[in-house]
């Protein structure tokens, strides 16, 4: 996993309305264990919501700076284990009955 030079998304000067499809689409691009970081001016939660929603399992979000008029986020593309599980999760070793 490469999280050393992960690309940087700075969405500070994204229309607000831009943001969430901008940063859906860079981490749909993303290759599996790769991170890219997201930077915004006010506390992303609202987007992490939407990421349980639309990647269930497939990701990794971990705050790097809370505030107060900035927050860094790197997030994780989950690795996919050989039979098609996400490695890390509760269905990797087969405890799904997969």
Do not use: K
Not at 58 to 81: C, H, K, M
Request: with cysteine; glycine share 10%.
């Amino acid at each position: 996993m490469s999280t050393a030079c992960a690309p940087i998304l700075d969405v500070r000067t994204i229309a607000p309305r831009d943001r969430h499809p901008l940063i859906f689409g860079r981490f749909d691009a993303l290759p599996a264990g790769e991170s890219m970081q997201l930077v915004n001016d006010h506390d992303p939660r609202p987007l992490y919501y939407q990421f349980e929603q639309r990647y269930p399992e497939q990701f990794d979000w971990t705050y790097l700076q809370s505030g107060p008029d900035l927050w860094q986020v790197r997030i994780t593309r989950s690795v996919v284990a050989s039979d098609g599980a996400f490695a890390g999760s509760c269905c990797s070793g087969g405890a799904c009955g997969g």
